[in-house]
């Protein structure tokens, strides 16, 4: 029996590990390593102080100057999770996955897909000169005709669902899934937004600041073969 149980020991060791090695922790608890800041104001005046810190163990976006926080690093076929919580007033912010082309749009937002975080929108799609299909996308997105990447095109589509934000002040849990071209979205453990034919599969990640304060924990990415059910 021994000889049975040893080897499936270090076969679960062996799988335990690899499932390990493959999530990668994004925020230190510490410091920003691992990613830059794209502030366009503060190209116009260095005095200005940065809208990313880190403040007591936690990523904080403090929404303004607006601009983005960006991996170093490029992505595909991937899970990003994170915490996040408002706090102070609810109010905007955003997760970017496939970015590319900084300022891209309004010379601010990087060519991207962004899953809204602001406050009562969470999992909405936004299309920054990149574009995605979702279910019902007419009933969802709007006039066929009007659909675009940007501009004052109709680049919104908006989540499956209400109420799946936590109250102000609590934690929100994010799980974001990208294989190949397409992207589903958890908030708190409920799926609110799934989408395919993206027009990228890959890229950088980012954290917005836009407005309003939001506090990040636990920002992990892992490598995936598969969309979860």
Not at 182 to 206: D, E, F, P, R
């Amino acid at each position: 029996m021994k000889q049975i149980l040893l080897p499936l020991c270090l076969l679960l060791l062996s799988i335990s590990h690899q499932s390990q090695s493959q999530t990668k922790t994004l925020f230190n608890g510490k410091d920003l390593k691992g990613w830059h800041i794209d502030v366009p104001d503060m190209d116009k005046d260095p005095a200005l102080k940065t809208p990313f810190i880190v403040r007591n163990g936690l990523l904080v976006s403090l929404g303004t100057p607006g601009g983005h926080l960006i991996t170093d690093d490029q992505y595909e076929n991937f899970r990003l999770t994170f915490q996040y919580r408002f706090a102070g007033k609810p109010g905007n912010c955003g997760a970017l996955v496939f970015v590319s082309t900084p300022r891209a749009l309004y010379e601010m937002f990087p060519k991207s897909i962004e899953v809204q975080m602001m406050n009562q929108n969470a999992g909405d799609f936004w299309c920054i000169q990149e574009d995605i299909t979702v279910p019902d996308m007419e009933k969802r997105r709007g006039p066929k005709e009007k659909w675009g990447v940007n501009g004052d095109k109709l680049r919104r589509i908006p989540n499956l669902t209400d109420g799946t934000e936590k109250p102000l002040g609590e934690w929100n849990s994010m799980t974001i899934e990208c294989v190949k071209n397409s992207i589903k979205v958890w908030l708190n453990g409920v799926m609110v937004n799934y989408g395919y034919n993206a027009t990228a599969q890959k890229g950088q990640i980012a954290l917005q600041a836009e407005g309003s304060e939001v506090e990040f924990k636990e920002v992990k990415v892992a490598s995936i073969k598969s969309l979860s059910k």
